[in-house]
């Protein structure tokens, strides 16, 4: 595992609340050791790095995104000694483990914010302070569900505080080098005890500037080379993985020359991938893959379908979000913020060849894949509780009591596990979908397989084709000589696509499930037929000597 620096180019992501996944003392609530014994579970499906929700010591109001300690780990889900073994038994299995730092803001409960507030003291200037709530009006508001301004008025302090999400949360002062040093203190002690690296929570939000919008500013980035730099410097093989939800050419920059974050969120192409499923049209993909700039050699996007907030919709046209709203958020309740809070399998409802293409393009569009917990077994979502809690329900792993998740009585769990005939746990749960070879499950896994056996996936350059037809999607992946193309139906009805491969003539496709060949590359147009929502990948390769030569053939012949 040690001495691969590019490991997170070909790696596969799985994001976890510990919280939710599993209980190991019968609390109520997922904590380390009940995650130390799903680690096979994991392994089993194939994932390289876990990325863990905030772990630090939290009041939970936003769940461990308000850290009140940062040397401690959140009670409820056991001792340092725990997450230590926890992270040795992900090691021993081949998997890396990533959390997330907060690095913009600290819970209201943070001793450096509780000395902050006192007037005179000495962390007054570790938190951004001010007499008016004038400044920085040109910063959006991003929790407009519960905040209608940037700035609370603290009466200890006598002064407003600045905060860029919930008002429990204020930002700390980055301006001030002593915060500076403070959070790379933070990053050395949880990278000494062999964290693999962080998911950087925030991060366009560290400095503010009057007369921008806040985001982006040199200084962020100048903060973010400087922690790159700290890390390289101390540490091999470390991952930082940048949340910035922001337009392409405002995200690029996190990827500095190769010497800022190591991989990025590629926010822009994920409402993308839902809005081309909807319209039965490849255009939104296509158009955003290509206004996204190059990225650096050793530099990674991360895919996602989704994660733990909401859908969100902020890097979208007004028109787009109207119709997002429209087609995947008919009820008021699954709005959120700027978003709709549901789960991949609720948001398709439900519909198996829908999430079998999608997961597709996610495993196979640029970038490394980061899949969601749950969303392996097409779990559903609760739209009736609050902030983004209905997609943070416990993982169902059987039809027994508490879903396999927890000992505790049912009133005990930190939320309460779906119930539901479509989506609830005896419906839907990892026990029985293992037992069945035919399971969304199995065959997510066996996707994760193939991927994980062409690096070109990870690394591969990608080149979009233009099939007249378009709701037919259609690229290709290529490291040297290692070529696939993939094409994809966005519509619910079969497709005819006719594919320009006039560069690979006299190679065969090889449809790289069951190395089934198809009709070798001649001269003339690549004829091609699609089912409702399928997708091929094809390994373009050498046709053998004998035509007749094939996997498939010699499976057929017996001579395999
Ligand atoms: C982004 C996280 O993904 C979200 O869950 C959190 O509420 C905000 N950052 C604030 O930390
Ligand atoms: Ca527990």
Sequence with gaps: MLN?????????????????????????????????????YLQWLGIDCIWLLPIFQSPLRDDGYDVSDHFAIIPEYGTLADFYEFL????????????????????????WFQ????????????????????????????????????????????AFYWHRFFSHQPDLNYENPEVQEAMLEVVRFWLDMGLDGFRLDAVPYLFEQEGTNCENLPETHAFLKRLRKEVDSKYEDKLLLAEANQW???????????????????????????MALRREDRTPIVEIMNRTPKIPDAAQWGLFLRNHDELTLEMVTDEERDYMYAEYAKEPRMRRNIGI????????????????L????????????????????????NIYLGDRNGVRTPMQWTGDRNAGFSKADPAALYLPFLMDPVYGYQAVNVEAQERVATSLLHWLRRLVQVRKQHAVFGIGDYEPL??????????????????????ANLSRFAQPATLDLSRWIGLLPEEMFGRTPFPIIDGTPYRIAIGPHGFYWFHLVEPPADPDDTATFRAIRGTA
């Design 4 to 40: 691969d620096p590019r490991w997170y180019k070909t790696a596969v992501f799985y994001e976890l609340y510990v919280r939710g996944f599993q209980d190991g003392n019968a609390d109520g609530n997922g904590d380390f050791r009940g995650l130390t014994e799903r680690l096979d």
């Design 88 to 111: 040795e038994a992900a090691h021993r299995r081949g998997m890396r483990v990533i959390a997330d730092l907060v690095m913009n803001h600290t819970s209201d409960q943070h001793p």
């Design 115 to 158: 000395e902050s507030r006192q007037p005179g003291s000495a962390k007054r200037d570790w938190y951004v302070w001010s007499d008016t709530d004038q400044t920085y009006q040109d910063a959006r508001v991003i929790f407009v569900d519960t905040e209608t301004s940037n700035w609370t008025w603290d009466p200890v302090a006598q």
């Design 248 to 274: 392409p050419p405002d995200v690029v920059p996190y990827f500095g020359d190769g010497d800022e974050c190591h991989m990025a969120f590629n926010f822009p192409v994920m409402p993308r991938m839902f």
């Design 341 to 356: 809070a549901r789960r991949l399998a609720p948001l398709l409802d439900n519909g198996r060849r829908q999430i079998e």
């Design 358 to 381: 999608l997961s597709s393009l996610l495993l196979s569009l640029p970038g490394s894949p980061v899949l969601y917990y749950g969303d392996e077994i097409g779990m559903g979502d």
């Design 466 to 487: 233009y099939p007249e037809n378009r709701r037919v999607m259609a690229f290709i992946r290529q490291l040297g000589d290692d070529v696939v193309l993939v094409v």
